[in-house]
């Protein structure tokens, strides 16, 4: 669990600042509400490279940093404090890269890996769908075989980096394997196509929809084993849902500075607000909440580190963690009375932002469930 970086994540994260105030935040602000365009998606992807992020997940054996999740999320915070948005979008990327550099053949991660590490090609995995949410049990997306390659048709929706992506990890059923199956499909190879839905926030992170009409992928892109998808994808939403928290916590953090800063600014009745009763008890309960879900979220991350199964701790840092951010961006708003309703000042940007990392890898009720379930071993689902 981490209670404080170390001296070399301190070192880390203070290069790495320099970084975002280089390369991220100034293209966070040229967006305005709009998502990055595919250049400037890899334009964005290449610089992070080139400080590990994308490449932290991927084993050292495979090119990788091979980095802790602990480390990981130290850097995700920090990138998400800057913008939430495409530090959601990297962290997607990172992910992502790193399950498809321990899932693939030889000849895949020849294929694909160097590109994907360098930030030149970007990747997502495709799970919900139009009529499957929380339980990927139920998805429609069929492939079958057809001589040495495989078919697949469906549709997957509010897939994270969808419209920016090159290649996609589709889960599905594969005909003649029970279970589910994990496939890897080229967008290039004329796999897919994609469109990006608008969103109440985190608009510099693309989410959108994939199309599969009978895309004709390589048998040997089936990067599961016969039935194994369904307990590749309940693992990676262990993780998936500590790094919902990850971003809810840099979201958070920058809404709260963000308040500290006016409080000591703005003036009135002759002292600064901040001085205020009612103000300094908002800014406790803010700093409160997020101290708090940061120990979850890292506790979550440690465990994973340690190879532990921990489904009940990383949904318990997802709910606290999002849910915690859509109340400290709220607070915040209100410390900075109308001026945190006016979309010249970033506030009600953090707001939405905050708000929608409720409903990723599972809603908060899906999480209350998973936890009640693992504490009683009954099932209300």
Same mark, same amino acid.
């Given at each position: 669990m981490l209670i404080k970086p170390t001296p070399d994540q301190q070192t880390m994260l203070a290069s790495f600042e320099r970084l975002l105030e280089r390369e991220v935040k100034p293209l966070a602000a040229s967006l305005g509400?709009?998502?990055? !365009?595919?250049?400037?998606?890899n334009a964005l992807l290449r610089a992070l490279a080139d400080f590990g992020v994308g490449k932290l997940f991927t084993p050292t054996e495979h090119g990788?940093?091979?980095? *802790?999740?602990?480390?990981?999320?130290?850097? +995700?915070?920090a990138l998400c404090k800057a913008d939430g948005g495409l530090g959601g979008l990297a962290s997607i990327q990172d992910g992502t890269t790193g399950l498809f550099a321990r899932l693939a053949s030889p000849a895949l991660?020849?294929?694909?890996?160097?590109?994907?590490?360098?930030?030149?090609? !970007?990747i997502c995995m495709a799970i919900t769908e139009p009529g499957v949410g929380s339980n990927p049990r139920d998805v429609r997306t069929r492939a079958r075989h057809d001589g040495d390659h495989v078919v697949l048709s469906g549709e997957k929706v509010w897939i994270s980096n969808a419209d920016i992506s090159d290649l996609a990890i589709i889960v599905c059923k594969l005909d003649g394997a029970p279970g589910l199956a994990l496939i890897l499909v080229d967008r290039g190879e004329g796999g897919y196509t994609s469109s990006n839905f608008k969103k109440l926030g985190l608009s510099h992170w693309p989410t959108g929809a994939i199309h599969l009409n009978d895309a004709r992928v390589p048998a040997e892109n089936v990067l599961s084993a016969a039935g194994a998808g369904l307990e590749l994808t309940l693992r990676a939403f262990e993780r998936a849902r500590c790094f919902v928290g990850i971003i809810s916590l840099g979201i958070a953090q920058a809404a709260f500075e963000r308040a500290v800063s006016y409080a000591k600014e703005r003036h009135q009745w002759g002292k600064p607000i901040g001085a205020h009763q009612s103000i300094?008890?908002? +800014?406790a309960e803010m700093a409160v909440e997020i101290d708090a879900a940061r120990l979850l979220v890292y506790r979550g991350l440690a465990l994973? *580190?340690?190879g532990e199964r921990c489904d009940t701790q990383t949904a318990m840092a997802k709910l606290y963690a999002s849910e915690m951010g859509a109340r400290v961006a709220s607070r915040a708003m209100e410390v900075m009375g109308a001026y945190g309703l006016s979309e010249e000042d970033a506030m009600p940007r953090l707001f939405r932002d905050a708000r929608v990392m409720t409903v990723p890898d599972g809603t908060s009720d899906i999480q209350r469930l998973l936890i009640a379930k693992n504490i009683t071993g009954l099932s209300a689902y």
């Open positions: 509400e709009a998502p990055p !365009s595919k250049a400037q998606a990788g940093q091979g980095a *802790d999740n602990v480390t990981t999320g130290l850097l +995700i915070e991660r020849e294929k694909y890996l160097p590109r994907l590490l360098a930030g030149e090609l !970007s300094q008890i908002k +800014i994973l *580190d340690q």
